[in-house]
């Protein structure tokens, strides 16, 4: 047995701030961690006699609580468990899904209650989570309770909630714990829409809106112009700096950690957008890392995300259209992806930024009687020799 007087201990971090001491067990030789917690003193056991690994464990303990990180416990509550997922690992991610973890975690621990604990989450909470977030509303759109929200913008936010449950199941305390030890919402089916709203804008709609777009404003009719030509998300229009844009090359740069899905890739620009953002740089001669949509308030920023809303309803209206639940910003790229769907995927994916070609397939492509027509006009037809045998080129398609 070890003395008291001869028994090992460690501490670092400042007296009264983030001061952690480790030290062995008089009988058994184990090593603790003692530090302050909320004012209260606590301490945690490290299930071993290692000192090396006790002082590493103490050093990354005593920086938590310089940076004001609550220590961990074994089955935490969800506001702690969001808490540090958005301080550990949300930084990691581009800004438009660090904004979406910040909001997601606010929305969840609405429903879910802050001091409930992750183990205890089960279908029940999933399928009210789903029914209460379809009819909470979007407030990115100023849509208050009672108007719905699609199976897809609730789906995101599960998402976020299985990310940080999967990571707590990977992440250790400061005793070495698991924090979960599994994901009790493994499995879980997602919200589906039996016929979710996808239009498309037609060409004429898009030449009607085009032509009044200089009346909302001139960078209204430069939006419009670049989502219709690169099919690209307007979120990631809207982050554009000069620096972005090759006049010279013909191309533009879409930086990654402004993508919603984080796809850094570079573009051709169409004879359009290359004389719609020359004829910007024209007016307002600027260059280098100036956004290419600067906020009006404040030109070091990009315009905010409810100007390009305005602009697009201000737009429709003033072309004497109709609204359409679900058409706006997003109906160019589905209308993109529509209007080139004969390229080969790899090169629309890129054209488009899209990372996976499933998603062209399954949410923005749309089918055609016309492509239908063509496609059985050229048929090609099985021969007695079993090769196939093509049809005349110039052959018309069916009436």
């Given at each position: 047995?070890?003395?008291?007087?001869?028994?090992?201990?460690?501490?670092?971090?400042?007296?009264?701030?983030?001061?952690?001491?480790?030290?062995?067990?008089?009988?058994?030789?184990?090593?603790?961690?003692?530090?302050?917690?909320?004012?209260?003193?606590?301490?945690?056991?490290?299930?071993?006699?290692?000192?090396?690994?006790?002082?590493?464990?103490?050093?990354?303990?005593?920086?938590?609580?310089?940076?004001?990180?609550?220590?961990?416990?074994?089955?935490?509550?969800?506001?702690?468990?969001?808490?540090?997922?958005?301080?550990?690992?949300?930084?990691?991610?581009?800004?438009?899904?660090?904004?979406?973890?910040?909001?997601?975690?606010?929305?969840?621990?609405?429903?879910?209650?802050?001091?409930?604990?992750?183990?205890?989450?089960?279908?029940?909470?999933?399928?009210?989570?789903?029914?209460?977030?379809?009819?909470?509303?979007?407030?990115?759109?100023?849509?208050?309770?009672?108007?719905?929200?699609?199976?897809?913008?609730?789906?995101?936010?599960?998402?976020?909630?299985?990310?940080?449950?999967?990571?707590?199941?990977?992440?250790?305390?400061?005793?070495?714990?698991?924090?979960?030890?599994?994901?009790?919402?493994?499995?879980?089916?997602?919200?589906?829409?039996?016929?979710?709203?996808?239009?498309?804008?037609?060409?004429?709609?898009?030449?009607?809106?085009?032509?009044?777009?200089?009346?909302?404003?001139?960078?209204?009719?430069?939006?419009?112009?670049?989502?219709?030509?690169?099919?690209?998300?307007?979120?990631?229009?809207?982050?554009?700096?000069?620096?972005?844009?090759?006049?010279?090359?013909?191309?533009?740069?879409?930086?990654?950690?402004?993508?919603?899905?984080?796809?850094?890739?570079?573009?051709?620009?169409?004879?359009?957008?290359?004389?719609?953002?020359?004829?910007?740089?024209?007016?307002?001669?600027?260059?280098?890392?100036?956004?290419?949509?600067?906020?009006?308030?404040?030109?070091?920023?990009?315009?905010?995300?409810?100007?390009?809303?305005?602009?697009?309803?201000?737009?429709?209206?003033?072309?004497?259209?109709?609204?359409?639940?679900?058409?706006?910003?997003?109906?160019?790229?589905?209308?993109?992806?529509?209007?080139?769907?004969?390229?080969?995927?790899?090169?629309?994916?890129?054209?488009?930024?899209?990372?996976?070609?499933?998603?062209?397939?399954?949410?923005?492509?749309?089918?055609?009687?016309?492509?239908?027509?063509a496609a059985l006009a050229t048929r090609a037809r099985l021969g007695s020799s079993g090769a196939l045998e093509r049809?005349?080129?110039?052959?018309?398609?069916?009436?």
């Amino acid at each position: 047995m070890t003395s008291a007087k001869h028994r090992w201990s460690y501490s670092t971090g400042e007296r009264g701030q983030n001061r952690v001491r480790a030290f062995e067990h008089p009988v058994t030789g184990l090593i603790f961690l003692e530090f302050s917690d909320g004012g209260r003193r606590k301490r945690v056991a490290l299930s071993h006699r290692l000192q090396e690994a006790a002082k590493v464990k103490a050093d990354e303990l005593a920086l938590a609580l310089r940076t004001n990180a609550k220590p961990l416990e074994a089955d935490p509550t969800l506001q702690v468990l969001f808490e540090n997922y958005v301080r550990e690992v949300t930084p990691q991610k581009g800004m438009h899904k660090q904004r979406h973890d910040r909001s997601a975690a606010k929305r969840l621990t609405s429903f879910l209650r802050p001091d409930r604990r992750a183990s205890t989450l089960n279908r029940r909470d999933w399928d009210g989570f789903i029914a209460w977030r379809s009819t909470r509303g979007d407030a990115r759109t100023g849509k208050a309770n009672g108007h719905e929200v699609g199976a897809r913008t609730v789906e995101y936010d599960l998402k976020f909630l299985q990310s940080v449950l999967n990571w707590a199941v990977m992440a250790r305390d400061a005793a070495g714990r698991y924090l979960l030890q599994r994901n009790p919402l493994k499995g879980m089916p997602w919200p589906r829409e039996d016929s979710p709203r996808r239009p498309v804008l037609t060409a004429t709609d898009y030449q009607a809106m085009r032509k009044v777009a200089p009346q909302v404003s001139e960078r209204c009719a430069l939006a419009l112009v670049l989502a219709h030509e690169t099919g690209h998300r307007i979120g990631a229009i809207r982050l554009l700096r000069w620096s972005d844009v090759d006049l010279e090359g013909g191309s533009i740069r879409w930086r990654g950690d402004q993508d919603k899905i984080g796809f850094d890739h570079t573009t051709p620009l169409s004879r359009d957008a290359l004389r719609a953002l020359k004829k910007e740089r024209k007016a307002r001669p600027v260059i280098g890392e100036a956004q290419v949509f600067p906020a009006p308030e404040d030109g070091t920023k990009p315009c905010p995300p409810d100007l390009f809303r305005i602009w697009w309803e201000r737009a429709e209206s003033l072309a004497g259209l109709k609204h359409e639940p679900g058409r706006g910003w997003h109906s160019l790229r589905r209308k993109f992806a529509t209007e080139l769907k004969d390229v080969p995927l790899p090169d629309l994916c890129l054209l488009g930024g899209w990372k996976d070609p499933k998603t062209i397939l399954k949410c923005y492509q749309r089918p055609d009687v016309g492509t239908m027509r063509a496609a059985l006009a050229t048929r090609a037809r099985l021969g007695s020799s079993g090769a196939l045998e093509r049809p005349n080129r110039h052959r018309e398609s069916t009436p």
